[in-house]
C-alpha cells in the first residue's frame, strides 16, 4: 500500500530538549515537504526537499532543520523546542504529476 | 496575511442542501489543488485545476479554477453527512515547488 508514515504520532516535550520526527514514504517520490498546521492558519510549509541531499526552506524554516539523505526518508529536526512549536506536523511526498500525499501527522506539545 | 482566502470559515448544513465554498487571492498561481482533512488524519487531495475556467467534476463535487487563475470554487450538490470535513484550497506558483494553502472551511453536514 502506497503511503507516507510518520513517527511519532504524539509527543510531549520540554524547552529545549532535541527532538526528530521521522517520515518515510515508499513511492519512490523525489519530492518531500514538511508542514505545521494550527488554528486558523491553515497548513504552512516549514521545509521541503526536490531530491536526495536537495532541500529549501519553506514559508516558517525557523527553528526546524531537515536532512535528506535516502529518497525514502526525510526527518524533520528541532534542536532546541520552544513552546511556540507546540503544533500538527505533515510530512507529504508529491508525485510527478504534483499529487500530493499526506502522513497522519504527528501532534507535538512543547511545554 | 494568508496569501489565500478561504470563505466561509465554517458552514453547518443538513443533509441534502447545496453548497459553495470559495478560494481567492490576488495572486496568479500555475495550478490549484482542494484537499479534504478529516480529524486525526492528513489531508487528502481531491483535485488539481490547471486551467484558467477549468471545471472539473467529482461524484456531487464540482471544482471550477477563475479565468484568471487567481480563485476557485468547490461546490457541493446535495451533500451527505460523509462529506463533513475541513476542506482547503492550495495554489502552487510558477516553480511548482511550494504550495499556498488556505486556512480551510470547515463543514459540517447534519443527518
Known amino acids: 500500500e502506497a503511503q507516507v508514515t510518520q513517527n511519532p504520532r504524539y509527543l510531549i516535550t520540554v524547552t529545549g530538549k532535541k527532538l526528530t520526527v521521522t517520515c518515510s514514504q515508499n513511492?519512490?517520490?523525489?519530492?518531500m515537504s514538511w508542514y505545521r498546521q494550527d488554528p486558523g492558519l491553515g497548513l504552512r510549509q516549514i521545509y521541503y526537499?526536490?531530491?536526495?541531499?536537495?532541500?529549501d526552506k519553506g514559508d516558517v524554516p525557523e527553528g526546524y532543520k531537515v536532512s535528506r539523505k535516502e529518497k525514502r526518508n526525510f526527518p524533520l529536526i528541532l534542536e532546541s523546542p520552544s513552546p511556540n512549536q507546540t503544533s500538527l506536523y505533515f510530512c507529504?511526498?508529491?508525485?510527478?504529476?504534483?499529487?500530493?500525499?499526506f502522513g497522519p501527522g504527528t501532534r507535538l506539545t512543547v511545554t | 496575511t494568508q496569501l489565500l482566502e478561504q470563505s466561509p470559515q465554517f458552514l453547518s448544513i443538513q443533509e441534502g442542501e447545496n453548497l459553495t465554498v470559495y478560494c481567492n487571492s490576488s495572486?496568479?498561481?500555475?495550478?490549484l489543488q482542494w484537499y479534504r482533512q478529516e480529524p486525526g488524519e492528513g489531508p487528502v487531495l481531491l483535485v488539481t485545476v490547471v486551467t484558467g475556467g477549468e471545471v472539473k467534476k467529482l461524484k456531487r463535487l464540482t471544482f471550477q479554477f477563475g479565468d484568471a487563475r487567481k480563485d476557485s470554487s468547490l461546490h457541493i450538490t446535495a451533500a451527505q453527512p460523509g462529506d463533513t470535513g475541513l476542506y482547503l484550497c492550495?495554489?502552487?506558483?510558477?516553480?511548482?515547488?511550494?504550495?499556498?494553502f488556505g486556512s480551510g472551511t470547515k463543514l459540517n453536514v447534519k443527518p
Open positions: 513511492m519512490n517520490h523525489e519530492y
Open positions: 507529504a511526498s508529491k508525485s510527478p504529476t504534483y499529487e500530493q500525499y
Open positions: 492550495a495554489a502552487i506558483p510558477g516553480n511548482f515547488n511550494k504550495f499556498y
Open positions: 526537499s526536490m531530491n536526495v541531499e536537495v532541500t
Open positions: 495572486s496568479v498561481f500555475s495550478s
